[in-house]
Nanobody, 117 residues
Framework: QVQLVESGGGLVQPGGSLRLSCSASGIIFSLYVMGWYRQAPGKERESVASIRHSGSIDYADSVKGRFTISRDKAKNTVTLQMNSLKPEDTAVYYC???????????WGQGTQVTVSS
């Protein structure tokens, strides 16, 4: 059974930081591109950042220089460090695991991030 379990969301003031973690089980971690997506009310889900087993990383333009994604191969976890948070970063953040060959993907349950004073 595949599980992606997120943690670390919450309420933070503008300019603050949060760290999201996603623990993956039931998959061969090295075969998956791990990523974070977010969905704000009334908006479509969008990609925030992704990281491959090779270490190759992609970021959305809106978070470049503020967010850092990393993966721990030994612990099967992916982390999103979010700094200099803005109100427009407010959304539900989802962990994603995507296999590009024989394609399949899995989603976590989501964790709320609210940036407000």
């Amino acid at each position: 059974q595949v599980q992606l379990v997120e943690s670390g969301g919450g309420l933070v003031q503008p300019g603050g930081s949060l760290r999201l973690s996603c623990s993956a089980s039931g998959i061969i971690f090295s075969l998956y591109v791990m990523g974070w997506y977010r969905q704000a009310p009334g908006k479509e889900r969008e990609s925030v950042a992704s990281i491959r087993h090779s270490g190759s990383i992609d970021y959305a333009d809106s978070v470049k220089g503020r967010f850092t994604i990393s993966r721990d191969k030994a612990k099967n976890t992916v982390t999103l460090q979010m700094n200099s948070l803005k109100p427009e970063d407010t959304a539900v953040y989802y962990c994603n695991a995507k296999r590009t060959w024989n394609p399949i993907e899995y989603w976590g349950q989501g964790t709320q991030v609210t940036v407000s004073s």
